[in-house]
């Protein structure tokens, strides 16, 4: 708004006055003598672009340039959200929006810190970030899962983690030769009992033709055609009252076609389901309520075995899974959301064709945060953070300039919705921070990606830009309208590349 | 299958409606490339004031005669009072008016970020049901009460002429002492 405007408004009242140069302030944010704030996002899911979203809002003239490992956008939105959620994805519309800024660059197949010499994209290193942009923001997600830890894990063929499950349906390059044999049986072991657990057991009972006309890769499509499983167990170590999975997810699978749904155990019930809290009160009605189609005659089935935690996984004389040994769990109050968990020593057996790990997913630091002083806790998976995402030092002490968004920063939990409100609140840190005057990443010399240019490492491939990204888009869609699909993905960065070229 | 064929259904509504947000001209102010905003929420604030509509994709300008308000109230608890016509629903109504309301999933019930709370238990009756699946987005939304609905999903009537409802703040405060222990 300019000079004359503003006194025109001030004109009206005094009072209104200070409360709208007040609030533009805040607004405009032309703090620092008017020169641009320069931030570098590390990770282009929905962290990423609902913080940038946040910040270019917020500071009048933020200039941000995005750094993905992969050639293509959005992360989990891509790669994660179940292919037969289209809706989810609509979210897509927005990070477009906020991508077509003039004041935004993407930085695409471009990963942070040297990942060595199998990883076939451009590298650049942190300290180049560090240098050139006023405030870096991790939000690159959790690239790794949680292991069981029990025998037979990491040896045995026919053991999938759910990562590499959803990511090999949904074409992430990482898992695109993952090829899992789902015709060794017919019984499948799911152990987890969150969302993610509940997607995979859907992939596994849903009618082929259904997930035929979404974005599944096609030759998840020709696995699942193959598919023997019939009977799908979601195993988890606590009660229905304690379960992480949300009833939009449990609804879909009762009411998938010729697929029963094994009744509840309901000892693990409350007596007077009608007084829980709405939430928990509707989740636990549609576990008894059960499924439209009954378990007898139906083509598959499966159940939410409760209060079981995997001790061990069998296989036979050629190394496949055959069986998976859990021990009966305790709790100490099944009907209380939090209550506690104890072994009893009972073991039983479970034949498992196949067996996915679901229990949840993991982030990693990146190279070169020992460095930085970035302080990175291995335990929980985050970054140490003020839970407003200003990355920790040592002592608990903020960094000057570097931020975190989404699961890295508050861990692998939640919906778009919750790490949408997460990100928001790493802008607003980042915002109000550039007008209090608080120390950023490269004290006035900020140069983005001009000044980082000549630090990425392009020996093996070329940067992609927003524009290439649109070519591989239009590419994947026109694949997709062929077979009557909305999309057919690219699953390895090669022949993204290719497209882009 | 029938909650997938219907999710397939509404994705592909969205898909044929012209977008609002991708388009660089799209007019919703809070667009990144629009003139910066025209003091939003301080020249109607406390004030009771009637804003007249702007065009807008989703919404249908109201023909003169035949208006119905709608009040929201904002985070700041101010009032913004709006004109619209029948059929209009709450999350384009907002998003047309520049109101912090992010519609995530661009209004197909898979999100829970246009969630607003109506204030007169009165006028929450005389809405249609709220379907199970509204209802399943609702239960994961911050703040949920008794008279919560999703704003794409309430679409004005002339029973509803005068409706008021809060936008609630989406979710509790993080305090630094809650990362304090990790």
Redesign the interface.
């Known amino acids: 708004?300019n000079a004359a405007a503003r006194s025109r408004?001030c004109r009206s009242s005094a009072f209104?006055c200070r409360?709208?140069q007040a609030?533009?302030e805040r607004?405009?944010s032309t703090a620092r003598n008017g020169r641009p704030f320069r931030m570098a996002v590390v990770g282009s899911g929905p962290a990423g672009f609902y913080t940038a979203?946040r910040v270019?809002?917020k500071i009048?003239k933020a200039k941000v340039d995005m750094y993905e490992a992969l050639p293509v956008p959005f992360g989990l939105v891509r790669f994660g959200v179940a292919p037969?959620?289209?809706?989810?994805k609509?979210?897509q519309?927005?990070f477009?929006?906020?991508a077509?800024?003039p004041?935004f660059t993407f930085v695409g197949n471009t990963a942070v810190g040297n990942l060595g010499a199998h990883f076939d994209g451009c590298t650049v290193p942190l300290p180049s970030l560090m240098r050139n942009y006023d405030a870096v923001v991790f939000a690159y997600g959790a690239a790794r899962d949680k292991k069981l830890g029990i025998p037979g894990e990491s040896d045995l063929k026919g053991i999938y983690s759910a990562r590499e499950f959803v990511g090999w349906y949904n074409g992430l390059p990482e898992f695109a030769d993952l090829a899992p044999d789902l015709t060794r049986g017919d019984e499948a072991v799911i152990v987890g009992q969150g969302n993610v657990a509940l997607d995979i057991a859907r992939m596994l009972l849903?009618?082929v033709d259904?997930l035929r006309?979404?974005d599944i890769t096609e030759s998840a499509i020709e696995t699942l055609l193959q598919s023997r499983i019939k009977r799908v167990h979601i195993v988890g170590r606590r009660g229905p009252m304690q379960a992480a999975f949300?009833?939009?997810e449990v609804?879909?699978l009762m009411?998938?076609?010729h697929v029963g749904y094994h009744p509840v155990d309901m000892s693990l019930m409350p007596p007077e389901i009608s007084k829980l809290p709405?939430?928990r009160r509707?989740?636990m009605e549609i576990l008894v309520k059960g499924s439209t189609a009954k378990v007898d005659g139906a083509a598959k089935s499966w159940s939410l075995d409760f209060c079981l935690s995997p001790t061990e996984f069998i296989g036979d004389a050629s190394g496949n899974l055959s069986r998976t040994v859990f021990e009966k769990t305790s709790l100490s109050d099944p009907f209380d959301t939090a209550s506690r968990v104890s072994a009893t020593g009972e073991k039983i057996d479970m034949a498992s064709a196949v067996a996915f790990r679901s229990i949840g997913y993991k982030s990693v630091a990146l190279p070169g945060f020992t460095e930085a002083g970035i302080s990175f806790?291995d335990r929980?998976g985050?970054i140490?953070?003020?839970?407003?995402g200003r990355a920790f030092g040592d002592n608990q002490v903020p960094l000057a300039g570097v931020y975190c968004a989404g699961w890295v920063k508050?861990g692998p939990t939640g919906?778009?919705?919750?790490t949408?409100?997460?990100a928001f609140?790493t802008g607003d840190a980042i915002a109000s921070d550039w007008v209090s005057d608080v120390r950023f990443a490269s004290d006035g010399h900020s140069r983005g990606l001009e000044g980082v240019k000549g630090d990425i490492d392009t020996s093996r491939c070329n940067v992609i830009s927003w524009n290439d990204w649109h070519k591989i888009d239009e590419a994947e869609k026109t694949r997709g309208q062929a077979i009557g699909k909305e999309r057919e993905k690219f699953t390895t960065t090669a022949n993204m590349l290719k497209v882009a070229a | 299958?029938?909650?997938?064929?219907r999710?397939?259904a509404?994705?592909l509504r969205?898909l044929n409606t012209p977008?609002k947000?991708?388009a660089?001209s799209?007019p919703s102010s809070?667009?990144?490339?629009s003139p910066?905003?025209r003091?939003p929420n301080?020249?109607q604030?406390r004030a009771f004031s009637i804003t007249p509509l702007r065009l807008h994709g989703h919404i249908t300008p109201p023909k003169p005669g035949e208006e119905l308000h709608v009040t929201f109230i904002d985070k700041e608890n101010h009032e913004h009072t709006i004109a619209v016509s029948a059929g209009d629903n709450l999350l384009d109504v907002a998003q047309a008016n520049d109101l912090e309301m992010?519609g995530?999933?661009?209004g197909?019930?898979?999100?829970?970020?246009c969630h607003v709370i109506v204030t007169d238990e009165a006028m929450y009756d005389r809405m249609p049901e709220p379907e199970?699946?509204e209802?399943?987005?609702l239960?994961?939304a911050?703040g949920?009460t008794e008279t919560s609905r999703l704003g794409c999903q309430v679409a004005m009537t002339k029973e509803l002429d005068g409706l008021r409802v809060k936008l609630p703040s989406?979710?509790r405060n993080?305090?630094?002492?809650?990362?304090g222990s990790?």
Do not use: W
């Open positions: 708004m408004l209104r409360a709208v609030s533009l607004f405009y979203y270019m809002s009048e037969d959620h289209p809706e989810v609509n979210c519309d927005k477009e929006e906020v077509s800024s004041d849903e009618n259904v006309k979404s949300t009833i939009k609804r879909e009411k998938l076609q709405r939430a509707r989740l806790d929980t985050v140490r953070n003020d839970g407003l508050r919906v778009i919705a919750s949408m409100e997460d609140s | 299958m029938a909650a997938t064929s999710s397939f509404r994705a969205c977008s947000s991708i660089p799209a809070r667009s990144l490339f910066r905003p003091l301080l020249a604030s992010e995530a999933c661009g197909s019930c898979a999100c829970s970020t199970d699946d209802n399943d987005m239960d994961l911050f949920l989406m979710t993080l305090q630094a002492s809650d990362f990790k």
